[in-house]
């Protein structure tokens, strides 16, 4: 993602639960003076809302016509970096900041403009900072955050958690891209999907951050498996988060875990587990394969020789070698630092354009893990040719997702590729969308609880 300096300046928290004065000044996609009151651009605004409950549509959605604060103002060049932590109008700076800084990550990775799925109905997007709900959630034309209290007693707000707000775009770049299934692929496995992939999204642009980049290999010293601002996905203090991406589910821990007719998850186990957990293995793959990834970088930058190279380990070993490991690496980090920097962009890249071809030749109405774990594969296969896939595939394959080739094959038919112009995908979307089920309906059975059990 090209941000030029000459973009609209915000500032955001990576960690605000941990570091909460540490914020980073980014750029935006969006010269200046296009970014106005609100914030507030041709694709979305922001209204800070006094006392609003949280949308439930279709009954009640946007737009907001209730009281509302003062607006976030730019300066006079069109920043918005001027506004101070403890003004008023910056959870509203920042969670527009957050929101369009996401967008901008998955722009990159699609390589075109992304429009919103319910942009016939809300042509703009609705952002509320502030809602009187312990949660947070996007649906058809709006996005908003409320707050939770930690179990230190502090009052975390949502609009600066940026993870939290980058899985609500995750959740809306999926319905703009992927599409809405039949009613028969709404599945428990489709909604399970969009969180996982969402948790996915998030951590891709968390990674876009400098200060986390250093943070994590600062702390980790390239083992990533070492508990870091990237697997812990909304952090509300020191030891507490909302998930771990790094799990060792497998699908097997899930097994019976469903979505009941009239819209309940049915768990058979009785711990109350729900679409978040049945995402557990799904995100714990795909976090397996971007460690891979970034190990294959540092082998094939000679930081790691084939003994230090510890992706042919059970996670048994990996535990059983921890400090032996850390210690390796750590002498390694101090050496070659940049090198490890460059390793982790690259890997970051790899699956964020991998996951973008995958989901521009999804089908979401025949969407199953195996057939998903296939599709990315071939993607994979595609974007890196000389990687071995059928190595990487036993990310899935320990995990108990095993992946279909021939249907991730099928899954490609009659679609275009990635780099298709976005007026010929916006018409395949709407072929797509044809006899799917109505937006409100998926929306109403996406867990907004962020929590897994």
Same mark, same amino acid.
Request: charged share 25%; glycine share 10%; hydrophobic share 40%.
């Given at each position: 993602?090209?941000?030029a300096v000459?973009g609209?300046?915000?500032r955001? %928290?990576?960690d605000? $639960?941990?570091?909460?004065?540490g *914020?980073e000044t ?5 010269? !200046?003076?296009?970014? &106005?009151p609100?914030p ?7 209204v800070?809302?006094i006392g609003k409950?949280p ?12 009281a509302?604060r003062?607006?976030a103002?730019?300066d006079?060049d ?7 932590l ?5 959870g509203?700076a920042h969670l527009?900041g ?5 967008l901008?990550v998955?722009?990159?990775?699609f390589?075109r403009?992304?429009a ?9 997007l609705?952002?509320?900072?502030h ?6 959630q996007?649906?058809?034309?709006f996005?908003?955050t409320?707050?939770r209290?930690n179990?230190e007693g ?6 600066l958690? %940026?993870d939290?707000? $980058?899985?609500?775009?995750?959740? *809306?770049?999926?319905f703009?891209?992927?599409?809405l !299934?039949?009613?028969? &692929? ?9 969180e996982?992939m ?11 951050f400098?200060?986390v ?5 600062g702390?980790t010293?390239g083992n990533l498996?070492?508990l870091n601002?990237l697997n812990?996905?909304g ?5 507490e988060q909302?998930r771990?991406?790094?799990?060792t589910a ?5 097994a019976?875990l469903?979505?009941g007719?009239?819209g309940?998850?049915?768990?058979p186990?009785g711990?109350?587990?729900n679409?978040?957990d049945?995402a ?6 795909l ?10 970088g540092l082998?094939a ?9 510890y992706?042919?380990?059970s996670r048994a ?6 400090l ?12 070659v630092?940049?090198l490890f920097?460059?390793?982790l962009k690259?890997?970051r890249d790899?699956l ?9 030749r999804?089908d ?5 893990y195996a057939?998903?774990?296939?599709l ?11 990687a ?8 899935f ?13 099928d899954?490609?038919?009659?679609l ?10 916006a ?5 797509r969308?044809v ?8 929306h109403r059975?996406?867990?907004?609880d962020?929590?897994s059990?």
């Amino acid at each position: 993602m090209a941000r030029a300096v000459d973009g609209v300046r915000f500032r955001l %928290f990576p960690d605000w $639960a941990e570091n909460p004065a540490g *914020t980073e000044t980014i750029w935006l996609n969006l010269p !200046p003076g296009m970014v &106005g009151p609100g914030p507030s651009d041709p694709w979305m605004y922001v209204v800070d809302a006094i006392g609003k409950p949280p949308y439930s549509p279709p009954g009640f959605g946007p737009p907001y016509r209730g009281a509302s604060r003062p607006p976030a103002m730019p300066d006079g060049d069109g920043h918005f970096d001027h506004i101070g932590l403890d003004d008023p109008a910056f959870g509203a700076a920042h969670l527009y900041g957050s929101v369009r800084f996401s967008l901008d990550v998955w722009e990159k990775y699609f390589g075109r403009e992304l429009a919103w799925h319910a942009q016939t109905r809300h042509p703009r997007l609705e952002l509320i900072p502030h809602v009187d709900w312990d949660n947070a959630q996007s649906g058809p034309g709006f996005l908003e955050t409320g707050a939770r209290q930690n179990s230190e007693g502090e009052r975390q707000p949502y609009s600066l958690i %940026f993870d939290v707000v $980058a899985h609500e775009v995750g959740h *809306t770049v999926l319905f703009s891209v992927v599409g809405l !299934p039949s009613p028969q &692929g709404l599945t428990s496995e489709f909604l399970a999907f969009h969180e996982s992939m969402s948790d996915i999204a998030a951590l891709v642009a968390m990674m876009h951050f400098k200060t986390v980049l250093g943070n994590v290999l600062g702390k980790t010293h390239g083992n990533l498996y070492v508990l870091n601002m990237l697997n812990r996905f909304g952090i509300l203090s020191g030891n507490e988060q909302l998930r771990i991406c790094d799990n060792t589910a497998k699908m097997e821990d899930v097994a019976g875990l469903r979505l009941g007719p009239a819209g309940a998850w049915i768990d058979p186990t009785g711990r109350r587990r729900n679409a978040h957990d049945l995402a557990a293995p799904l995100t714990g793959g795909l976090f397996d394969l971007l460690v891979e990834l970034f190990q294959d970088g540092l082998v094939a930058r000679g930081v790691l020789d084939e003994s230090l190279d510890y992706r042919q380990w059970s996670r048994a070993a990996e535990e059983q070698d921890f400090l032996r490991l850390a210690d390796r690496f750590r002498d390694s980090f101090a050496a070659v630092e940049p090198l490890f920097h460059e390793a982790l962009k690259e890997a970051r890249d790899t699956l964020g354009f991998v996951l973008a071809s995958a989901f521009d030749r999804l089908d979401p109405s025949s969407l199953t893990y195996a057939r998903f774990a296939g599709l990315l594969l071939e993607c994979l296969g595609d974007e890196l040719p000389e990687a071995d896939v059928e190595a990487l595939a036993d990310n899935f394959v320990w995990r108990g997702i095993l992946p279909e080739a021939q249907a991730a094959t099928d899954a490609r038919r009659g679609l275009r590729p990635a780099s298709a112009t976005f007026g010929a995908r916006a018409s395949a979307l709407r072929r797509r969308d044809v006899g799917a089920v109505d937006a409100n309906d998926v929306h109403r059975l996406i867990n907004h609880d962020h929590r897994s059990s």
